[in-house]
């Protein structure tokens, strides 16, 4: 026995570096392929808004992007840390409206427990409507900032949406700007294989002084050119670990929807 002891410890020992490290190598981030189009106007250009006022770009694609959009439907794409752990991509296309506030989800890929969610402002008791991926044939009320919707999502249904995202990243850096800590930068329109041939604005924001929670000190920003929504982030802490990653693809803008779209029939 006294033989076979070293070996046993070397195998404990291994075990548990193995577990202690495995979270952290699992919160790596999706290296996604990023070509670059065109990268900021040099000083050959001397003015160029976009670069030398990134925020303040930012904030004029808010105010646009509040006046004209009504709604949209979308392939929402998203990855994120929750309860110590990296879960799986989903996949969801939303059906969104602004007035009433009113969501869609039908999940397509992914690991959580619903097949369909449906919320609508004022509606349902304050309720989301669920139908799961499993006892299919019923549809339970659930609150929507309630424990089974935190453990599915570091945002709640009820802050779902592109103008919300673009919302607290502004309010974000504008009171880091107060502060005399806001470093963000313009890096150029960019290709990713997401979006397709379509290039996007690439905005890099680090670091965050202080962090933020949960301990975001790096944001990568992705702005449609023509319709200046925010259709892209990546959110990592200090070591570049993968917080939370989110997409929005395939958009049509402003579509005319069905009278039972936001009922209980489409869910």
């Known amino acids: ?22 979270n952290r190598e699992e919160a790596k981030p999706t290296r996604h392929t990023i070509e670059v189009v065109a990268q900021p106007a040099s000083l050959t250009k001397p003015v160029d808004p976009i670069r ?93 900032e309630g424990p089974e919707s935190k453990a599915s999502g570091r945002y709640p249904v009820t802050k779902f949406g592109i103008l919300n995202g673009m919302r607290s990243t502004i309010e974000s850096m504008r009171a880091a700007k107060e502060r005399g800590t806001l470093h963000l930068r313009y890096e150029g329109l960019v290709k990713l294989e997401v979006f397709g041939d379509r290039p996007v604005h690439q905005f890099k924001r680090t670091p965050y002084d202080p962090p933020e929670v949960d301990g975001i000190n790096r944001l990568t920003l992705f702005i449609d050119p023509e319709t200046g929504l925010q259709v892209g982030s990546i959110v990592e802490n200090a070591a570049e670990e993968l917080l939370g990653e989110y997409f929005f693809t395939d958009l049509q803008l402003n579509p005319m929807f069905s009278p039972e779209q936001f009922t209980r029939k489409t869910i």
């Not at 619903?114 to 008791?125: D, M, Q, S």
């Open 1 to 22: 026995m006294r033989r076979w002891f070293p070996i046993l410890l070397i195998l404990v020992v291994a075990a548990g570096i193995y577990w202690g490290t495995r």
């Open 52 to 144: 030398d006022d990134p925020l303040g770009y930012l904030e004029t694609c808010l105010s646009r992007c509040e006046k004209e959009t009504q709604g949209y439907i979308v392939t929402f794409r998203k990855r994120e840390w929750v309860d110590g752990r990296l879960l799986k991509p989903e996949k969801i296309i939303v059906h969104f409206r602004a007035k009433p506030f009113s969501v869609h989800m039908n999940w397509k890929e992914g690991e959580g427990r619903a097949g369909k969610v449906l919320y609508v402002e004022g509606e349902n008791k304050g309720n989301m409507l669920v139908r799961p991926k499993t006892l299919s044939l019923f549809v339970f009320e659930k609150d929507p």
